[in-house]
């Protein structure tokens, strides 16, 4: 009974001093700022809207790598459209799919081209072909 009492008070000491404390403290910062970090590029990732330009996508996300299409049903219509994968500049497992307007067939962000839709961003790994 008495080790166990003077292992409970050398767990303690070591929980409770100063040492311990600030390695705990940083790593909670890191933890802080790298959460912060990720909601920022979240938010960034959320600012691409309908109505903007391959321009303005292309500026803050890139073409997934390879062949990736994704199939998007426009319920208002009834029809069933090709969208093509892109992946933040800054943080490339963060992911949307968009579909340009008068993109049937074509879904590659031309100059000048308007993004239709796009969806909700997603957390995927980046794909290597």
Partial sequence: MKSLANFLCMAAAIILS??????????????RQSEHWLFEE????????????????????????????ALTEDAHKGTVALARTYALRNCTCIKIEV?????????????GAIIEWVSKPYLEHEFLD
């Fill in 42 to 69: 979240m938010e960034l990732a959320h600012s691409i809207q309908p109505g903007m330009t391959a321009e303005q996508l292309l500026a803050i996300f890139r073409r997934e790598n390879g062949i990736v299409w």
């Fill in 99 to 111: 579909r340009f307007r008068g993109s049937d067939t074509v879904v590659e962000a031309t100059p």
């Fill in 18 to 31: 100063p040492r311990f404390t600030e390695t705990s403290s940083a790593a909670d910062n890191d933890i």
